[in-house]
T-cell receptor
Framework: QKEVEQNSGPLSVPEGAIASLNCTYS??????FFWYRQYSGKSPELIMS????GDKEDGRFTAQLNKASQYVSLLIRDSQPSDSATYLC??????????????FGRGTQLTVWP | GAVVSQHPSRVICKSGTSVKIECRSL??????MFWYRQFPKKSLMLMAT?????????EQGVEKDKFLINHASLTLSTLTVTSAHPEDSSFYIC???????????????FGPGTRLTVL
């Protein structure tokens, strides 16, 4: 079982719709979770971090975490064509240490069409 | 804040040569930096963790003699690909732990990446 799993997509939504991206992880003790956006040919850009169960909102983005289900998601409201990118889910793999290494999923490719 | 730079952005070299890539945190001190490699359509693969003033910690399967990492200061880490071969051609990306790492947050901020092509 892979440590972090994402549906590779592609996920295609119309402009203005809500895009829902999902991620599951295998290590039940994981403590911190991140969503990164990566445009083609570019490096990842941090969008959201979430550490506690529940929802965390930042502008059009909402991250949701359910540690019991080992599930983290990202909702993008009012999707724009500029949101078209690959979204990477990352999980901190170093419990109890300060290394802070991240496990990355393979990413979900999102396309928002006008 | 939390800006990370990389140099060069792109390099083309002949097989057998060595290539050095620099990673700098511009507006914060990074005690820990990370080096990743990414092949087309694939996710990021962590190569090593670089700690200022100490030896790097390499991930399983990564040759430490081929990928030399030096973290000489709190703002600079370098990756040297020694005796590069075509199979080393990839997108190399560094990241640095952010300002809030001392508070238990483990956000990483990425440099723009270096695309290496070995002929």
């Amino acid at each position: 079982q892979k440590e972090v799993e994402q549906n590779s997509g592609p996920l295609s939504v119309p402009e203005g719709a809500i895009a829902s991206l999902n991620c599951t992880y295998s290590d039940r003790g994981s403590q911190s979770f991140f969503w990164y956006r990566q445009y083609s040919g570019k490096s990842p850009e941090l969008i959201m971090s979430i550490y506690s169960n529940g929802d965390k909102e930042d502008g059009r983005f909402t991250a949701q975490l359910n540690k019991a289900s080992q599930y983290v998601s990202l909702l993008i409201r009012d999707s724009q064509p500029s949101d078209s990118a690959t979204y990477l889910c990352a999980v901190n793999r170093d419990r109890g240490s300060t290394l802070g290494r991240l496990y990355f999923g393979r990413g979900t490719q999102l396309t928002v069409w006008p | 804040g939390a800006v990370v730079s990389q140099h060069p952005s792109r390099v083309i070299c002949k097989s057998g040569t060595s290539v050095k890539i620099e990673c700098r945190s511009l507006d914060f001190q990074a005690t820990t930096m990370f080096w990743y490699r990414q092949f087309p359509k694939k996710s990021l693969m962590l190569m090593a963790t670089s700690n200022e003033g100490s030896k790097a910690t390499y991930e399983q399967g990564v040759e430490k003699d081929k990928f030399l990492i030096n973290h000489a200061s709190l703002t600079l880490s370098t990756l040297t690909v020694t005796s590069a071969h075509p199979e080393d051609s990839s997108f190399y990306i560094c990241s640095a732990r952010g300002l809030r790492s001392s508070q238990g947050y483990n956000e990483q901020f990425f440099g723009p990446g270096t695309r290496l092509t070995v002929l």
